[in-house]
Each structure stands twice: as structure tokens, then as C-alpha cells.
């Protein structure tokens, strides 16, 4: 038998048969059957007894009550390796454990406020930045905390919904915020121009204790903070906020794990973007309580207004395709949205898609190519070409690119010329369909 890595420090066989054990049991055990078992196998009880602390410690299993214990994590399979990836989760509960301590800090500078504080969000707070704020707000309730949202530069249409859907108190207007209030957490905000109407608030920032709690690159904020967790590999807030509660043992109440949800899933772009961590995390939540994901997504889901849904579905009715054989691409006119058309081009099934907004004195140009494709065909570049036809300037980058020109009258020209260089970058001649 070939030497077993040492995940967990010693008496690793011993663990790995615990784990087995709790799985073929469900994932749950009684404390004393389960030392009986290993004893009967012939283990010493002090052993049993020691592997199961450990694993405890390790967060691998955990207690539910004095006598049940449980599995916290269901590995897919049950080999090393996969524990060995646990392994490494647990390692960033560890680190978020002592970010933990930021929540204590919180609370204790709340309580030497008139047990209060104002959460601030960014302009056009999307659900990630609400839902978050939400969650915080709820968890200190139960703290005996009152807080604000303060959402002074506005909120999303998203957000909108989602709170007509789950009914929260988010002030709005600057008169009803208190200035003097000096605890201040800013959530899912790196810099302070993004609150452009809240700023007042952090101003006077000795006399205040600003506390910062965000997933994007670090801005102005973290430099005038009290204290901060900022990891900008979180795909949201929500999930920093979610394994701060985690660490904090602290118990989701079902309308934070809503809020916690939601905010995850705007982020990600309906989990489309979404990593192992934030998985995980809606996973946890979706195992705890009875939340429909479906529901969750058509809380989110925005419908297009009615001359949008016109205008993408004109466009698509002039809809040009050219084709190589493999590599499609659609190009289309369009008096408006032209970066949905683009978009809509290729969720139904482009490579590439070009969209031209031909109006009498100018013209605009969205286009979008697959990741796939943009390797050979940089968008961005092609669009340079147009900008002496077209008297224009070209923007964006090799997947997602735009024009804006003078010259309108040429765009059937450009046209052609999108298309030979096209034809050029992926060494193909190219053929109506
Ligand atoms: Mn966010």
C-alpha cells in the first residue's frame, strides 16, 4: 500500500474510517456508538476519542448535540485527494475565523454608539450590495443593533424588484440620515466616489469608526478605514459576509440566507461566473432551508422594456449571416440598443456579431466575439480599421468592442470591410447563408 499523505497530522487512516463510517451513516453518528464500533475493531477508546477532537477542530465533522455528531462537508468522493481539497477550504475558514474578529469589533463600537450604525452601499446598489446590507442588518438586530441602509445615490432596478418581492427598509433620503452617527459600514464599495451623496457621512472620518466589507480591488475606502475585509476573489459580497456569520457560529436565519442568495447569484451572473466557494456557499444554504433557486432567479430576472424587445427582435429580422462553414457571423441595423442586439445575436447562436446603429449624422457600432474565436479575431483591431472610413474612434477589447463615427453613409463599405478582415484573421473565405 503506497504512503498516504499526512492531511491530517497523524492517525490519518483512523479519521479517513471515522469519515467512512459517518457516510455510510448518512453523515451522522452517535458519539458513543460510533467510539463503540472502533473499539469493537479493536482501536483504543482514547484514540477514537482523540481522532474524533481532531476532526472536530479540523471542521470536518461536527457536534450537533451532546451526543449526535455530524458531517459539515460531503466530499465527493472519499479519497484522499478530495480530502486533501477540503483540507484546503478549512484552511480559509481558519483565516476567515480570525477575520471574524471584525464582527466582534463591529458590534462592540455599535454598543458604545446608542447600540446603532448606518450601513452604507454603493450608487445604483445592485442586490449583491443590498442583500448584503440586508443580511448584516438582520444579524445585528439579533445583536440588539439597529442599523440603516443608506442608500443615498440610488438603487438598482434589480434591487427594486427584489425588495418589492422581500420588504426591507433602505432610506433613500439624505434629511432622514443621522450624520453624527460615527459607526459607518460601507459594504461592497471600494472607493468613496462611488457614494457620492453619502460621503458626508465619512467625512469627519477621526471622529468616526468606518468599517469596510467588499470583494473589489481596494480603493480610497481602505485608507480612512477603521477596520476592513476586502478579498476581492470573493465573487460577491455576500459570500464574505456569509462565511463571516459562518466563523462567528453564528445562526442564518432564513431571511438572511435569502438575501445572502440573491446577492450571490446577481453577482455572478446567475452563477454562471460563479466559483467553487460561492457554490458551496448557496449548496449550504439551499441544504439549510426550503429556497427555491428557480424563484430566486425570476426575483432577479429583469424583462425588457416593450420597444427594446422591438427593436432586437427588427433587428434580428434584417439579420445578415455569413459563414466560413464553422465560424458564424451575423451582422445586423438596428435605431437603438445595439449592444442588445449584439448580445441577442449571439446567445442565439454567432460567433461573432456586429450590430450598426445608422443614424443621419452618425454611426454606431457594438460588436462581440466568442472567447473562442477572439483569439484569431480580435474585434477591437478590426474596428481600427473603420475608424478613417467610418471618421470614428473605436473602444472596448477583443470580445466586446464598439465604434462611434461621423461618416454613416459608408457603412456599406465597412461592412465589407469588417468581412475581408474577418476572412483574413481566420484564413477562410466567408459565404452568405
Ligand atoms: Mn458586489
Redo the contacts with the bound molecule.
Sequence with gaps: MGEKPNIFCGKCQLKLKILEFLKRHKGQALVGELIDFFVGQGYKRGDVKKAIKELRENKVIKKIDPDLLVLSYIPLSWDVEELEKGEKTRNREKKNGKNAEILDSLINCCKENNNSCLIVVHHNA?P??IG?AAALSSFLRRHNISSKIVALDGISSQSKRMIEKFPINVETEKENVDPNNSVVVII?TASSAQIPNARFLIEDKEKKKIFVL???EAGDLKEICFKCLIDSEAK???VIIKELFDSYNHDLSKEEAVFITL?II??TGFLRKASNRELLCICQIMGKFSISLQEMFSVLHIEKDYSEKIAILKGLKRMEVWSDGEIIICISEIGSFEASLANAMIKNGADISIAANVKKDCIRISCRCKERISEKVDMLKILKVLEEILKGKSGGHRTAASFNGENPDKWEDAKKVILEEIEKAIGKKLKKV
Design positions: 445592485d449583491d450590495a448584503s461592497d467588499d470583494h473589489h460577491a459580497t455576500a446577492g446577481a453577482d
